[in-house]
C-alpha cells in the first residue's frame, strides 16, 4: 500500500514538473530594452508610462540611461528595442524608430540664467546672448539654430557653465532644469519668466519591433483618456522634486 502511495506521489510530482517545463517558456514576459537620457529627471515620467502600457501587453521593459545623442544612435541601430521618449519627428532624421502616436509627457523649454533677466517671449528672444544647451537635446538644438551656443554633455556640466559664466543663459525642460538645478545644490542660478515651447514626447520603436506599435497604441490611447498617463506623470514629479 505504501508502495503504490510512493508511486502515485512520484507521478504526480513527475506530471507537474512536465507542466512547468511545458509552460516555462509562456508564462515569462518579454523584455523589452529602451534608450533614455541619462541625468533627464522627466524621463523619469516617460518611463513610469511606458512600463505600465508594456505591463499591459505582457512585457516587462529595461533601461539603459546614455547621453541623449548616443542614446538616439544606438536605438536607431538597432542595438536595443526602442527610445524612451522623444519629441515628434524624429523618424524623419532616424529611420529605424517608428514613432507610436499616442503622447507619453510633454516638455516645456525654460531659461535659466544667472545674471541677466529678460521676459522669454520665443527663441528669437535669446539671440543676443551665449547660449548653453546639452548634447542630443533636439528642441534645444533645433531652436537655437545660428545662435551663439556652447554644447554640454549633460545638465550638470550644463548648470556650471552657467555658474562660472561661460553662458548667460541655459535652455533646458523645465523639470529637468529645476530637477538638476535641486540635485546639484547650486545657488543662484533662477529660472526666467516665460515658456519658449511647450512640446509632446512620444514613445519610439525600432523596426524590427514594430509588430508592437498598434498594441501600444492601444493601449497608450486608453491610458490617455482615463487619466493614467496624467496620473503617473504627476506622481513621478511629485516624488522627484520633493525629494530632499
Known amino acids: 500500500m505504501v508502495i503504490k502511495e510512493l508511486q502515485v506521489k512520484n507521478t504526480i510530482l513527475l506530471l507537474?514538473?512536465?507542466?512547468?517545463?511545458?509552460?516555462?517558456?509562456?508564462?515569462?514576459?518579454?523584455?523589452?530594452?529602451?534608450?533614455?537620457?541619462e541625468g533627464s529627471a522627466d524621463?523619469?515620467?516617460?518611463f513610469a508610462v511606458v512600463r505600465e502600457a508594456y505591463k499591459q501587453i505582457g512585457y516587462e521593459i529595461d533601461m539603459k540611461?546614455?547621453?541623449?545623442?548616443?542614446?538616439?544612435?544606438?536605438?536607431?541601430?538597432g542595438e536595443?528595442?526602442?527610445?524612451?521618449?522623444?519629441?515628434?519627428?524624429?523618424?524623419?532624421?532616424?529611420?529605424?524608430?517608428?514613432?507610436?502616436?499616442?503622447?507619453?509627457?510633454?516638455?516645456?523649454?525654460?531659461?535659466?540664467?544667472?545674471?541677466?533677466?529678460?521676459?522669454?517671449?520665443?527663441?528669437?528672444?535669446?539671440?543676443?546672448y551665449r547660449i548653453g544647451i546639452v548634447k542630443g537635446i533636439i528642441f534645444a538644438k533645433q531652436g537655437t539654430e545660428g545662435m551663439d551656443v556652447k554644447v554640454a554633455d549633460s545638465y550638470p556640466?550644463?548648470?556650471?557653465?552657467?555658474?562660472?559664466?561661460?553662458v548667460d543663459v541655459?535652455?533646458?525642460?523645465?523639470?529637468?532644469?529645476?530637477a538638476a538645478?535641486?540635485?546639484?545644490?547650486?545657488?543662484?542660478?533662477?529660472?526666467?519668466?516665460?515658456?519658449?515651447?511647450t512640446l509632446f514626447l512620444y514613445h519610439y520603436v525600432h523596426t524590427k519591433n514594430e509588430t508592437i506599435v498598434s498594441k501600444l497604441e492601444k493601449v497608450l490611447k486608453q491610458m490617455l483618456l482615463d487619466g493614467t498617463t496624467r496620473r503617473l506623470r504627476d506622481e513621478a514629479y511629485s516624488k522627484l522634486l520633493s525629494e530632499e
Open 16 to 37: 507537474f514538473a512536465g507542466l512547468l517545463l511545458f509552460h516555462g517558456p509562456v508564462l515569462a514576459l518579454e523584455t523589452i530594452i529602451a534608450n533614455g537620457v
Open 43 to 46: 524621463a523619469k515620467a516617460g
Open 65 to 77: 540611461w546614455l547621453p541623449g545623442a548616443t542614446a538616439l544612435e544606438r536605438s536607431n541601430s
Open 80 to 128: 536595443v528595442d526602442a527610445e524612451l521618449q522623444r519629441i515628434d519627428g524624429i523618424s524623419r532624421k532616424f529611420p529605424n524608430l517608428i514613432q507610436v502616436p499616442i503622447p507619453i509627457n510633454f516638455l516645456q523649454g525654460s531659461v535659466f540664467a544667472t545674471n541677466v533677466s529678460f521676459p522669454v517671449t520665443g527663441w528669437y528672444s535669446l539671440k543676443p
Open 157 to 166: 556640466d550644463l548648470l556650471k557653465l552657467l555658474a562660472n559664466g561661460l
Open 170 to 178: 541655459a535652455v533646458m525642460p523645465r523639470i529637468n532644469g529645476l
Open 181 to 197: 538645478i535641486k540635485d546639484q545644490e547650486i545657488k543662484g542660478i533662477k529660472e526666467l519668466e516665460g515658456v519658449l515651447e
